[in-house]
């Protein structure tokens, strides 16, 4: 299993974000900007390209709810979207809030935030 099939069954604890049947969002735990957001399936697939037709394309509705949300409720120009890494062998896609195009640079040193700090901005952009 998964970290994040662990995380969908609530065995590791997330700042979630929204769910619904088929898709989970959390914030992630090293977020590059406040409200760095992960969509992640609930089917455990590896690679995105791999997902089937109807999951990988309600995987992409799932997240513009979410980014709509984020648009509203944070101070960001846009919402970028970001797969790559091969850190988690689960398909995953980074809903990060975006002001400057060096806001999606991943090798930059990601915020520390305290668990209330988290909480505060799941509940902000949470649907
Ligand atoms: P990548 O495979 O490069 O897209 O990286 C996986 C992402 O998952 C990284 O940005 C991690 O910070 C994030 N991540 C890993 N474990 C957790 C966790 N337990 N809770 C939230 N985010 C996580």
Same mark, same amino acid.
Do not use: W
């Given at each position: !299993? =998964?970290?994040?099939?662990?995380?969908?069954?609530g065995?590791?604890?997330?700042?979630?974000?929204?769910?619904?049947?088929?898709y989970?969002?959390f914030?992630d735990?090293?977020?590059?900007?406040?409200?760095? =957001?992960?969509?992640?399936?609930?089917?455990?697939?590896?690679y995105?390209?791999?997902l089937d037709e109807? =999951?990988?394309?309600? !995987?992409?509705?799932?997240?513009?709810?979410? #980014?709509k949300k !984020?648009? #509203?409720?944070?101070?960001? +120009?846009?919402?970028?979207?970001?797969?790559l890494?091969?850190?988690?062998?689960? #398909?995953?896609?980074?809903l990060?809030?975006?002001?400057?195009?060096?806001?999606?640079?991943f090798?930059?040193?990601k915020l520390?935030? =305290?668990?209330? +700090?988290?909480?505060?901005?799941?509940? +902000?952009?949470?649907i």
């Amino acid at each position: !299993m =998964t970290i994040f099939s662990k995380i969908i069954e609530g065995v590791i604890p997330s700042y979630k974000v929204a769910e619904d049947d088929n898709y989970y969002a959390f914030l992630d735990i090293n977020p590059l900007a406040e409200g760095h =957001t992960l969509v992640v399936p609930k089917k455990e697939v590896d690679y995105i390209f791999d997902l089937d037709e109807k =999951t990988l394309a309600g !995987m992409i509705l799932f997240a513009k709810k979410i #980014a709509k949300k !984020m648009d #509203a409720a944070l101070d960001c +120009k846009r919402v970028a979207v970001v797969v790559l890494g091969l850190e988690v062998p689960h #398909a995953h896609i980074h809903l990060i809030p975006l002001n400057n195009e060096s806001d999606v640079d991943f090798k930059k040193p990601k915020l520390k935030l =305290t668990p209330e +700090k988290f909480q505060e901005i799941a509940d +902000k952009i949470s649907i």
